[in-house]
């Protein structure tokens, strides 16, 4: 979304030569796509519709042009499929409530302290993921400080834990996926000029209509940009799923996984790859529609 | 749109002992200032003398250090901006880019839940003359009518108080004295009281019925444009409103109205009123283009200044502007109307000048010549 500027500078540039320079440009990131997107892709396409060979090996597939594959991949993993989406909305609405007042405060409360916050929210990035998701585990395991305190104020039995459960695979996503819904937010809460909302209460509109007005629907590109960030990697998420939750909890990442490292079904992988890039491609087109940010500049 | 509901319930605006400190920096000092309803009230100042800064605590997007700001009889002080009769057009216009033109203009409207807002926008949107863009964003507009906009969604709500940051400022100089043709004329139309920012004094002088001059967080004079003009009691007011010579001289004696000076060496009179100092040694102020040049000999009438020499001249279409340099060494300017009145002049020609006594003005010897200078070449 911020980048979609980017093009017109360069293009205002008059002759042939400088027709072309856009183009130029344009050639590293194409070809990147073709290497690692598009072939890839295509070769997913053509692994979907394959069918074992009869008698032979594990793993040994022929080209049968099988659509039928995505039906039963589909049909066999619908629980999955629906637990995704609802555990990726979940996530992204608990970061979307846990980041906007922290984007909010970094932004317009923060004075002085402001770099030093935004250093904070990223500096879980300086981990990898699967650490952080492992240390999630440890805090909310039985000797971890949540469990302690939930206890201590008898907010759930003695013998409730919380790993091993959906919460927990939640939380982890929520907490993963944290900053990409912060900083998006953050940026375009920052890009607001303070005179709109001065301009607003001076046009008889108190602090809550204020944000309700002129805040909050000029920070809709961060907003629409940061729960797409969380939402997609989220519904395609299996290491939350994998450290933090049961085999009652699996996604279809989860699926996915066995399906193409363990049972080396690569057809079915291939078809669950596909349908969930369909479903979440048509949520997002619909979501974009609705929130309606193509307005916003 | 004349009678305006909620103007009969207030009355002038008065800021009383207003000061504003940023840190240890002092923006607006101690400030006392009445603006009558109903008036074209311009604050003049050059840049960074406080007259944002008084504007906003006016508004209420900030709060005085200290001091007491009236509406009449109420005091507006510690009233939060939404709840005060007061509305901005911002220097930047602050239009919301999100809303249409119309719900722009609307917005203000609708956050008093007030009933015929359509009614309301398209009279005030018609005044403006930018119907036919009540549905655009603002980003499709120009500059000269996102001006008009911005005018329009304050005035929609027909505020007892209308402030204006330098609202021209961006705007081009043709369209700028167009605009400020329409502003006035607008003011007239609904009779509100306008505030006026500005630092350019052309714009001030042509808008306003009363001026305050502003410097280093004071009002350093109050006037009608003419009065400000004629008459300023300081340099750096006659410095910045116009130009100006200035010459020192003496207090030799005053007889009832007339004050009559020793002016390196010759004789004139002044007006007793146009002194606004107390001491002995003056600097007496003349426009140049209140001086008349003439040939040596010829009759004159009024204060006269012999021994000059035409060092430079210049012309500009409507007037000729001289420099001349008088026996004291010091360059004076002039000019004069190219309508046949002065002689045929060329450089190193000896001049005699003169004007007439109730053209002076005469301020304390030790007031800074250059004083508000900046302001000047600012434009
Ligand atoms: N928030 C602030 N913090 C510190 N200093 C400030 C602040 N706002 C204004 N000032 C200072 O107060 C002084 C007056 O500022 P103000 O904006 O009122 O000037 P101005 O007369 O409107 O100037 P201009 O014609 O350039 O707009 C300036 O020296 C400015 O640096
Ligand atoms: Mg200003």
Redesign the pocket.
């Known amino acids: 979304m911020a980048f979609a500027h980017a093009g017109t500078a360069t293009a205002s540039k008059p002759g042939r030569a400088g027709m072309r320079i856009p183009y130029l440009l344009l050639l590293p990131g194409l070809l990147w796509l073709l290497l690692f997107f598009v072939l890839p892709l295509i070769n997913l396409a053509e692994t979907s519709t394959k069918t074992p060979i009869a008698g032979g090996e594990t793993g040994a597939y022929e080209q049968t042009f099988r659509l039928q594959n995505y039906v039963d991949a589909f049909s066999e993993n619908s629980a999955q499929f629906s637990r995704s989406f609802i555990y990726a909305l979940l996530a992204t609405v608990l970061a979307l409530a846990i980041s906007y007042p922290l984007a909010y405060a970094i932004a317009f409360k923060s004075g002085k302290y402001k770099n030093i916050l935004l250093v904070l929210v990223i500096a879980p990035f300086f981990t990898s993921f699967l650490l952080r998701t492992i240390a999630w585990k440890q805090i909310l395991g039985e000797e971890g400080p949540v469990i302690s305190i939930l206890r201590t104020f008898h907010l759930i039995g003695a013998d409730t834990s919380i790993t091993a459960t959906a919460l927990a695979v939640i939380t982890g996503m929520t907490y993963n996926f944290l900053p990409f819904m912060t900083l998006p937010i953050y940026a375009s809460l920052e890009r607001i000029d303070p005179r709109l909302m001065e301009a607003s209460g001076d046009l008889y509109a108190n602090g809550l209509t204020t944000f309700r007005r002129v805040t909050f629907p000029l920070s809709m590109p961060g907003v629409v940009a940061g729960t797409l960030l969380t939402f997609i990697p989220a519904a395609g998420d299996y290491v939350n799923a994998q450290i933090l939750g049961n085999p009652t909890t699996k996604m279809i990442g989860n699926v996915i996984d066995s399906r193409f490292f363990r049972i080396v079904d690569y057809p079915t992988a291939a078809a669950l790859s596909f349908t969930l890039m369909a479903a979440i491609l048509i949520l997002i087109t619909v979501y974009i529609r609705r929130a309606g940010t193509d307005e916003l500049i | 749109m004349a009678n305006h509901p909620d103007a009969a319930k207030t009355g002038d605006l008065k800021l009383s002992s207003i000061t504003k400190s ?2 240890d ?1 002092l ?2 000092d101690d400030l006392d200032l009445v603006i009558p309803k109903g008036s074209f009230f311009a604050l003049l ?10 504007l906003r605590m006016i508004a209420g997007l900030e709060e005085p250090t200290s001091g007491k700001i009236y509406l009449g009889d109420t005091d507006l002080t510690d009233t939060k901006s939404y709840r005060r009769p007061v509305n901005t057009v911002f ?1 930047n216009y602050a239009l919301f880019p999100h809303l249409t033109i119309f719900e722009n203009v609307a917005f203000g409207l609708r956050r008093r839940g007030i009933k015929e807002v359509k009614e309301s926008v398209e009279k005030v949107l018609a005044l403006v003359e930018l119907a036919h863009l009540r549905d655009r964003k603002p980003t499709q507009l120009s500059g000269g009518q996102q001006q008009r906009i911005a005018v329009a969604r304050a005035i929609v709500n027909r505020p007892a108080l209308l402030l204006l ?2 609202p021209l400022g961006a705007l081009d100089l043709k369209l700028r004295r167009q605009m400020q043709i329409e502003l006035k004329w607008i003011q007239t139309e609904v009779g509100i009281t306008f505030v006026h ?1 500005t ?1 350019d004094q052309e714009e001030a002088m042509t808008m306003a019925d009363t001026i305050a001059v ?1 410097n280093e ?1 004071r009002i350093e004079q109050l006037g009608s444009p003419a009065d400000l003009y004629e008459n300023p009691k300081t340099a750096f007011v006659a410095n910045f409103l116009g130009q100006s010579n200035f010459i020192k001289g003496t207090v030799e004696s005053t007889s009832g109205a007339d004050q009559f000076v020793n002016l390196q060496g010759t004789r004139i009179a002044i007006p007793a009123a146009r002194n606004s100092s107390t001491h002995k040694s003056l600097l007496v102020g003349i426009r140049p283009e209140k001086f008349r040049i003439h040939n040596v000999g010829d009759a004159t009438t009024g204060n006269k200044l012999e021994g000059g020499v035409v060092t430079d001249i210049s012309f500009v279409g409507v007037s000729t502007q001289y420099q001349v340099e008088m026996p004291w060494k010091q360059e004076l300017m002039i000019f004069e109307q190219n309508d046949g009145g002065a002689p045929n002049l060329r450089k190193g020609d000896a001049v005699t000048l003169s004007w007439e006594p109730h053209f002076t003005f005469a301020l304390d010897g030790d007031e800074d010549v250059k004083s508000g200078l900046a302001g000047v070449d600012g434009e």
């Open positions: 940023f840190g920096f923006a607006v100042g050059p840049s960074g003398c406080g007259k944002t800064t008084t220097q940051d330098e920012v630092h502003m967080g």
